[in-house]
């Protein structure tokens, strides 16, 4: 047991240098506009999505049948996105193309109010915003290890965020119509894709920190050559 101890404790020391500690500090400041963005961009949907559709004159029990649709859509499609990213060391890739497809989507139903058109939309931008956010936040937990932040302080970003465009998005559709949220939602989310462009998707990815892990564990076995003799 000590042996073991032993190891990961200099494991841990290989694998968080203070470099690498200060790389994440970095980071974390882009951590925190990036949530900041993301959910400027979804706060700009999800709270306004059952009234924005009772505007195209879409049945209340249709309403009611699209979202349960919707947030089903997003758990089995985003679990299956995120597994894909992991098998095939594609994380970045996954989560931008994810995000700008859950974006784009959901303001093509600018251009269209007929209830097939809106579902389709609806339903596949959906699909595209489930592996986003568990793919961003293992990113973040993995960046907070070693420093004086934690998880708390960049997820608070996200819930200001969320109740300033909350706020702000209500005025303007009273001013502008239910169609303005969308155009918020585009701008929102260009400034969000910008910015998770930068973040270390990859760098923390499973396949990236297993080939760290054994980098760590070939130092370890190089600081103490005597380990393995019988």
Request: net charge negative; proline share 3%; with cysteine.
């Amino acid at each position: 047991m000590a042996d073991v101890e032993k190891g990961a404790k200099a494991y841990a020391e290989v694998v968080r240098t203070k470099e690498e500690i200060e790389e994440s500090k970095r980071h974390l400041i882009l951590a925190k506009f990036v949530y900041f963005f993301v959910f400027a961009a979804d706060a700009s949907w999800e709270p306004f999505a059952a009234y924005f559709l009772s505007t195209r004159n879409i049945k209340t029990g249709t309403i009611g049948m699209l979202l349960t649709v919707m947030t089903i859509s997003n758990a089995i499609v985003g679990q299956m996105l995120t597994a894909a990213a992991d098998h095939y060391h594609v994380h970045k890739s996954v989560a931008l193309s994810s995000f700008a497809l859950f974006v784009t989507l959901t303001c093509a139903m600018y251009f269209n109010n007929s209830l097939w058109y809106t579902a389709v939309c609806g339903i596949l931008a959906q699909c595209a915003w489930g592996p986003v956010l568990p793919m961003m936040d293992n990113v973040t937990v993995q960046l907070v290890e070693g420093t004086s932040e934690d998880y708390s302080k960049q997820r608070l970003w996200a819930a200001i965020s969320w109740a300033v465009f909350c706020l702000g998005d209500g005025w303007v559709m009273e001013r502008r119509g239910p169609n303005a949220i969308l155009e918020v939602m585009g701008f929102a989310g260009l400034i969000a894709l910008d910015l998770l462009w930068y973040y270390p998707f990859d760098k923390y990815s499973a396949k990236s920190q297993a080939e760290e892990r054994s980098r760590g564990e070939a130092a370890v076995a190089v600081s103490n050559p005597n380990d393995g003799d019988a």
